[in-house]
Structure formats: C-alpha cells, structure tokens
T-cell receptor, first 112, second 114 residues
Framework: DSGVTQTPKHLITATGQRVTLRCSPR?????VYWYQQSLDQGLQFLIQ???????AKGNILERFSAQQFPDLHSELNLSSLELGDSALYFC???????????FGPGTRLTVL | AQSVTQLGSHVSVSEGALVLLRCNYS??????LFWYVQYPNQGLQLLLKYTTGATLVKGINGFEAEFKKSETSFHLTKPSAHMSDAAEYFCAVNLQTGANNLFFGTGTRLTVIP
C-alpha cells in the first residue's frame, strides 16, 4: 500500500458525459501527478501539481482539467467523454516537486 | 520523440531461470532511471531507481539493474525467477529538465513457467 488513495475504483459512463476522479496523496506529500494508461498510448503523464499550483503539463487534452485543493487532494475532471478516453488513470504523489513518486491503485474508466 | 524503449513486450522464463528485461533510453542529459512493476489490477510499485553514483542498483524482490551510459541502457535482471515475479514491468526515465514527470516505456509482460 503506497498511501495514495484514489476513488472511485471503477467508473462506467457514456460518451459525452463528464466525470471526476479523486486522489488523496500520501500524508505529507505536496505534489500530485496524474497519468493515463491506455492500450493505445501506454502510460502517459498528464499533469503535475505542487502545493496547489500547476507545475508541469504533459499530454493532457483540453477536455480534461485538474486541480489541487488546499487540503492537497486533487481531482481530475474529464468532460465530453469519448470511447478513446477509456483507460486506467493513476495518481501519484511525492514529497517535493522533484522527489520519488508513489502511485495509487488507479481508477478504471470505461466509456460506453 | 520516444525517450524509453523496452525490447520485448512479452518475456517468458522458467522458474529458477535468469530474468533479463531490456530498457534503452535516449536523453541528451544524464537521466534518472526507474523500473516499476505492475501486478494485475494494481498500481505501480517502484522496484529500483538510478539517480547518481553507483551504476549497479539493487532493488526489492532480488532485482537489480545496471546503468550503462555508453550503451544508453538500464536492463533489469534477477538471477532466479519466482512464480510471484509474473507481472508487467515498466522502465521509466526522468529527463531532469526541471520537471519531475516520468516517461514510461511500453512495458514488458513477464510470464514465469513452472
């Protein structure tokens, strides 16, 4: 158990819908990362937050957005969902912005 | 541009045999290198990492990897495979460009044959 929690574990929704994935980092960690794991694209970095501020951006679609709240939990919002958004979404956290990352168990999103 | 290449999407070994999973990277600056393992329906667990210093890195569960700058490689090895080693293994690189995002290889699924 890495100490990073993600909810929900599974999510099934329809095309065009919007969903929110939640991540709670390890106690004391200030940085949160989001990754997408799909059959087509493999594991891809989406976005990083550090202490509430966006730190780095990767291959995140404009339909996706994220934020980190004052209590340091993070949410990833996915809107106008497409079939191709079906994937496993991982959250990771680290103490500082350049420290080792610890991964959560992931949220499996299925878009029908 | 692809930063990490894992040769072999599937590797099968017999129980007790040597495990060798290959990883090559491309980077203009010395990278930080990682191996992660993913068991079915679970998240990623760090096996080992190379940042600086000794090029032979020992990790958990008997795995080790050697950073070879001249070959731009960071292959993962284990002398004797165990059934519990069956999983997917990912090599990742942090390019140390000021960001901490990891670039992952496509993964290698390890099967251990009893």
């Amino acid at each position: 158990d890495s100490g990073v929690t993600q909810t929900p574990k599974h999510l099934i929704t329809a095309t065009g819908q919007r969903v929110t994935l939640r991540c709670s980092p390890r106690s004391g960690d200030l940085s949160v990362y989001w990754y997408q794991q799909s059959l087509d694209q493999g594991l891809q970095f989406l976005i990083q937050y550090y202490n509430g501020e966006e730190r780095a951006k990767g291959n995140i679609l404009e339909r996706f957005s994220a934020q980190q709240f004052p209590d340091l939990h993070s949410e990833l919002n996915l809107s106008s969902l497409e079939l191709g958004d079906s994937a496993l979404y991982f959250c990771a956290s680290s103490l500082g912005p350049l420290d080792e990352q610890f991964f959560g168990p992931g949220t499996r999103l299925t878009v029908l | 541009a692809q930063s990490v290449t894992q040769l072999g999407s599937h590797v099968s070994v017999s129980e007790g045999a040597l495990v060798l999973l290959r990883c090559n990277y491309s980077s203009s600056v010395p990278p930080y290198l990682f191996w992660y393992v993913q068991y079915p329906n679970q998240g990623l667990q760090l096996l080992l990492k190379y940042t600086t210093g000794a090029t032979l890195v020992k990790g958990i569960n008997g795995f080790e990897a050697e950073f070879k700058k001249s070959e731009t490689s960071f292959h993962l090895t284990k002398p004797s495979a165990h059934m519990s080693d069956a999983a997917e293994y990912f090599c990742a690189v942090n390019l140390q460009t000021g960001a901490n995002n990891l670039f992952f290889g496509t993964g290698t699924r390890l099967t251990v044959i009893p």
